[in-house]
């Protein structure tokens, strides 16, 4: 089995050693990961430059590139260019810091599986829900059995699984619940800044606040305890309201007429 790699905090983060690491012996680890820490860069993909790629060793992996661009540039490149054969599970992360409800439309983690299940291979993403602690013992643990399970069970096409990890000793972790998307507030906060020379600059520093509305959504998971798993597609139609909108009558009248 060919496993591909990959992250958003860059190549040399704990996070992507400590899941090399977890699916060691699993099969051949290939890992295509940026050269720098690219955080909430979202599905971005560079178009208008080259990017730069680089072979570099690293353990526990058959092979290794440390590419300038974003996780799905990552994703793309290592599929078509830089992997010889097929890959055939994807893993992201270990993503420092949670990604849940909302965030999984900035995270470069949760965009690096989704361009993997858009080149059609069945893709998880992994994030540790705390920017600060480095144990990522349960986080690698539960990796290792997703991709254990990931090998005998066949994931839906078009579908991920976005696992987030509670930042809690690991004798309290209470188990695993399957969830859905919940919601995230962030407080829309810049740091005013000069620069050297005078010029004004904004620093973002929101933070996020969960919002505990229903019961089986990610945050309410991590909240409780538990590892949290959520499958996620990228259709982003709200099916509900589309007749309602057809009753809005929106139509297109020319003005050459
Ligand atoms: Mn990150």
Request: hydrophobic fraction near 35%; charged fraction near 20%; proline fraction near 4%.
């Amino acid at each position: 089995m060919n496993i591909l790699v990959t992250n958003d905090d860059g190549i040399n983060a704990k996070g992507i050693k400590a899941l090399v690491g977890a699916l060691s012996g699993l099969g051949k680890i290939y890992v295509v990961a940026p050269d720098s820490q690219k955080s909430a860069c979202g599905h971005g993909i560079t178009i208008h430059g080259p990017v730069m790629v680089e072979e570099v060793a690293y353990e526990g992996a058959e092979k290794a590139w440390a590419v300038s661009g974003t996780p799905a540039d990552c994703v793309k490149l290592g599929v078509s260019m830089l992997i010889p054969g097929t890959i055939d599970v994807l893993f992201s992360g270990i993503n420092q810091g949670g990604n849940m409800g909302t965030d999984i439309l900035y995270s470069g983690t949760v965009s690096g599986a989704i361009e993997g299940i858009l080149l059609g291979i069945p893709s998880v993403a992994v994030s540790f829900d705390t920017n600060t602690g480095v144990d990522f013992g349960p986080s690698k643990i539960i990796s290792r059995t997703v991709c254990k399970r990931m090998m005998t069970k066949e994931l839906e096409r078009e579908t991920l699984l976005n696992v987030n990890v509670p930042y809690i000793p690991e004798d309290q972790i209470k188990g695993v619940q399957i969830t859905k998307l919940g919601i995230r507030e962030y407080t829309e906060s810049f740091q005013e800044r000069k620069d050297p020379r005078g010029g004004l600059y904004y620093w973002y520093s929101g933070s996020p606040t969960n919002v505990f509305s229903e019961e089986d959504t990610d945050v309410m998971a991590i909240e409780k305890g538990y590892i949290s798993i959520t499958p996620i597609h990228f259709d982003l139609t709200n099916y509900r309201i589309i007749n309602d909108i057809k009753d809005w009558g929106i139509k297109y009248e020319s003005n050459a007429k």
